[in-house]
């Protein structure tokens, strides 16, 4: 059981590129979540899933496009990146049935646009 | 929209003594959960305890326990017999009873070091 993993951990973009970021759980969660962490700052969610073939845009979305084809996998995808994007990416998921719905974290993925 | 606030960036403790690390939180719901989670250097992210709002009793894992306030929106966490495997941030966070995604809300986090 590898929870929640991530790929790449490090990438670095120049302006105006475009890539997606990995997010996959094998836990059978149904709730998935990605967030980006500025330095110093707390987490902010950009976008979250509450099923395949469900998404919806949470605090800060603009710049970024996700899907979710399968309960597993939930790639966020950066077109035409910016220094403004530049940041530290966590994905997460979360078990609907649960009380408190723990949200479970990936390791994180480092991103710096230059 | 809720709104968490860490107001100490930085807190320093002695290893062995017990430091607390403050909290507040603004929302207009009465059903809701609070979670403290540790980001050691590795960055990944740890739940250290959680509370549920409607229980009165403070919740407390092992070292670890928090001051809950309902009134007055305070959720603090305190460390007993602080470790050097202590050092970390550690942020609060808020999800609402009626939140459709169950997302988190995040403080700006505190940055704990702890002192042999």
């Known amino acids: 059981n590898a929870g929640v993993t991530q790929t790449p951990k490090f990438r670095i973009l120049k302006i105006g590129q475009s890539m997606t970021l990995q997010c996959t759980q094998d836990?059978?969660?149904?709730?998935m979540y990605w967030y980006r962490q500025d330095p110093g700052m707390g987490l902010k969610l950009i976008y979250y899933?509450?099923?395949?073939?469900?998404?919806d845009k949470g605090e800060v979305p603009n710049g970024y496009n996700v899907s979710r084809s399968t309960t597993e996998d939930f790639p966020l995808r950066l077109e035409l990146a910016a220094p403004s994007q530049t940041s530290v990416y966590f994905c997460?998921?979360?078990?609907?049935?649960?009380?408190?719905?723990?949200?479970?974290f990936g390791p994180g993925t480092r991103l710096t646009v230059l | 929209a809720q709104t968490v606030t860490q107001s100490q960036p930085e807190m320093s403790v002695q290893e062995a003594e017990t430091v607390t690390l403050s909290c507040t939180y603004d929302?207009?719901?009465?059903?809701?959960?609070l979670f403290w989670y540790k980001q050691p250097p590795s960055r990944q992210m740890i739940l250290v305890i959680r509370q549920e709002a409607y229980k009165q009793q403070n919740a407390t894992e092992n070292r670890f326990s928090v001051n809950f306030q309902k009134a007055a929106k305070s959720f603090s966490l305190k460390i007993s017999d602080s470790q050097l495997g202590d050092a970390a941030m550690y942020f609060c966070?808020?999800?609402?009873?009626?939140?459709?995604?169950?997302?988190?809300?995040f403080g700006g986090g505190t940055r704990l070091m702890v002192k042999p």
């Open positions: 899933s509450v099923g395949a073939g469900i998404t």
């Open positions: 997460a998921s979360s078990y609907k049935a649960q009380v408190d719905n723990e949200q479970f």
């Open positions: 836990m059978n969660h149904n709730y």
């Open positions: 966070a808020y999800r609402g009873g009626n939140n459709a995604g169950n997302m988190l809300t």
């Open positions: 929302t207009s719901e009465s059903d809701y959960y």
